[in-house]
């Protein structure tokens, strides 16, 4: 009885004469090329530092055109000689919960030095987040996030997420997750003394 030639699994879809159980293993095969891909490519978006927040210090801050979620119009370019705090929260954050009202404590405080703190809320819809901003009584702009400003912002991939953009418009600091507040505050006392 002549032999068989040997099959050969391998990742490619063509037909061949693979006895039947390598149909399967061609299929996880593929699969787990797929699974590779993907994971790969998250890994590119996300995680690789061209393409990460980290990127973005000492660089111009994106610029944005949002809706505040009082109906004026928010553009980060009209804050352009004031020292901004940008933070990204969400309602469901409980370090965001702890460091709004401090971050409304320094815009009456800090305010006429020219300090400008911008919200932005990456919450699901805006009932929440006006809900919230209205219980704490902020006193700074607040406006909805989508995932375009999150993109040109390296991802929002945990919040908090705080920048620091000094009156240039360059960003100077990023602070990712529950911070202690004397190192944010002693960065903007040193961007308000910089000279303009």
């Known amino acids: 009885m002549p032999l068989q030639p040997a099959t050969k699994l391998n990742c490619h879809p063509e037909r061949s004469l693979a006895p039947p159980g390598a149909r399967r293993s061609r299929r996880i095969c593929i699969c787990s090329f797929f699974a590779g891909f993907a994971l790969g490519l998250f890994a590119l978006v996300f995680v690789h530092p061209v393409f990460g927040a980290e990127t973005l ?3 111009p801050a994106p610029v944005f055109a949002l809706t505040g979620l009082n109906g004026q119009p928010l553009r980060l370019r009209d804050y352009r000689g004031k020292v901004v705090l ?8 409980a370090p965001c919960q702890l460091e709004m009202p401090v971050f409304a404590r320094w815009q009456s405080q800090y305010g006429s030095q020219g300090l400008q703190v911008i919200g932005v809320s990456m919450d699901d819809s ?5 809900r919230f901003v ?3 009584n902020l006193n700074y702009p607040v406006a909805m996030g989508n995932v375009h400003l999150a993109t040109q912002y390296g991802g929002v991939l945990g919040l908090p997420l705080t920048f ?3 009156r240039r418009g360059v960003i100077r600091a990023r602070f990712q997750g529950e911070t202690d507040s004397s190192t944010i505050e002693n960065q903007i006392k040193s961007l308000l003394k910089a000279p303009r």
């Not at 940008?86 to 954050?93: I, P, Q, R, V």
């Not at 805006?126 to 006006?130: F, G, I, Q, T, W």
């Open 57 to 59: 210090l000492n660089k």
């Open 86 to 93: 940008l933070n990204f929260w969400a309602t469901w954050c």
């Open 126 to 130: 805006s009932a929440p987040a006006r």
């Open 134 to 136: 209205t219980h704490l």
């Open 164 to 166: 620091l953009i000094d």
